[in-house]
């Protein structure tokens, strides 16, 4: 299955970088464009998560959306989706490396500010995008350079139709398992699509 995938996606990117028509060089974008931009991610809008000073790393979200599988590859039972949440990583203090953690050990969605959904672990560790380019990072495997913003993305299954203005990414306590008061990112701020 995993084959025919990647099959199908290069045979997409072959036919995109076929059309084109014109050899003109594009034109050169100005100084002021936001890596963003360029990387075709919106920008980290939000409160930003630290788990209290609990975690290597601060969080800000970028986009939400509903999905039949996860950013890990694990495809929806029947009548679930996935609520994928698209943050911004970013060393903390933003002055130092720190591992390329598993977000989802230190995160958890909860709906309605009660009931938590766990994490989708997958099979495959989603990586760290950096928004100046490079390499993407694995988580475990790699280290988050200092001032660099890194892009990945999490999901956890809810049911079909649920209303991501219902959910919270929070920063998880490691003894408590409860959301850690103040360390929350609602959804239903993010770009949504």
Known sequence: ????LLLVAGAGMLLLTGCGGD????????????SSASSGVPAASGP???GGGQLPYSVQGVAAKLAPVAPSGTQAE??????????????NPSDRTTSAFFLDADLALFQNGKRRIEMDD????VPYVSRKGGAP???GEGRLQPGVAYTTSVGAAVPQGTSL???????VDGET???ISGQCLPLKGLPQG
């Open 122 to 125: 997958g099979d495959t560790a």
């Open 165 to 171: 203005d219902t959910l919270t990414l929070c920063a």
């Open 48 to 50: 930003v998560v630290t």
């Open 1 to 4: 299955m995993r084959r025919s």
């Open 177 to 179: 398992d409860e959301a």
């Open 137 to 139: 990072i694995v988580p």
């Open 23 to 34: 050899d003109k060089p594009a034109p050169a974008k100005s100084p002021a464009a936001s």
């Open 78 to 91: 029947v009548g679930q989706a996935f609520a994928v949440v698209t943050v911004e990583v970013k060393p």
